[in-house]
T-cell receptor
Framework: QKEVEQDPGPLSVPEGAIVSLNCTYS??????FMWYRQYSRKGPELLMY????GNKEDGRFTAQVDKSSKYISLFIRDSQPSDSATYLC?????????FGAGTQVVVTP | GAGVSQSPSNKVTEKGKDVELRCDPI?????LYWYRQSLGQGLEFLIY????????KSGLPSDRFSAERTGGSVSTLTIQRTQQEDSAVYLC??????????????FGPGTRLLVL
């Protein structure tokens, strides 16, 4: 069993819809939780970074962490075609990141 | 300022040949990481350098893989006697090495390696 599980998708939504992404994990030692966005043929780009359970909001993006359920989510409001990318969750303890497989998101105009 | 750069962008090689992949981290970043991303897979950790400490090589898949970091800056990942299963995108990332910022990693664009 992988330490981090993420549905690879693809997830297709119409422009303006809410995109909902999630990951589950098994290692309770993880302390830091991140979401990266990766466009085709580019390196991952850090979107959101959280340390504790709860919600964190940044513009159209909201990250949720539920440590008791070992479950994290990313919501993208008012999705745009430019949000079409692969979204990778990542989590770590002491600097070594474990990544999910990534979910491909397609936002159609 | 400049981000993480990697070279070459693409590399095609024949099975059995050695390849070297280069990473230039963000200036001042003391931590440097190498990852491998295969099609449809997440990023697989390979090796981690932090300052002058001994590198964490726990992710290297075989002894054909090695990496070094000279002068605390540029790093080279070497794959000897390449195999077709080594075909992947090799990503480098760097970060500040302190505990508060170590998880905030900045990635380069990657080197796409194809072994024929």
């Amino acid at each position: 069993q992988k330490e981090v599980e993420q549905d690879p998708g693809p997830l297709s939504v119409p422009e303006g819809a809410i995109v909902s992404l999630n990951c589950t994990y098994s290692n309770s030692a993880f302390q830091y939780f991140m979401w990266y966005r990766q466009y085709s043929r580019k390196g991952p780009e850090l979107l959101m970074y959280t340390y504790s359970s709860g919600n964190k909001e940044d513009g159209r993006f909201t990250a949720q962490v539920d440590k008791s359920s070992k479950y994290i989510s990313l919501f993208i409001r008012d999705s745009q075609p430019s949000d079409s990318a692969t979204y990778l969750c990542a989590m770590s303890s002491w600097g070594k990141l474990q990544f999910g497989a990534g979910t491909q998101v397609v936002v159609t105009p | 300022g400049a981000g993480v750069s990697q070279s070459p962008s693409n590399k095609v090689t024949e099975k059995g040949k050695d390849v070297e992949l280069r990473c230039d981290p963000i200036s001042g970043h003391t931590a440097l990481y190498w990852y491998r991303q295969s099609l449809g897979q997440g990023l697989e950790f390979l090796i981690y350098f932090q300052g002058n400490s001994a590198p964490d090589k726990s992710g290297l898949p075989s002894d054909r893989f090695s990496a070094e970091r000279t002068g605390g800056s540029v790093s080279t990942l070497t794959i000897q006697r390449t195999q077709q299963e080594d075909s992947a995108v090799y990503l480098c990332a760097s970060s500040w090495g302190d505990l508060l910022n170590r998880e905030t990693q900045y990635f380069g664009p990657g080197t796409r390696l194809l072994v024929l």
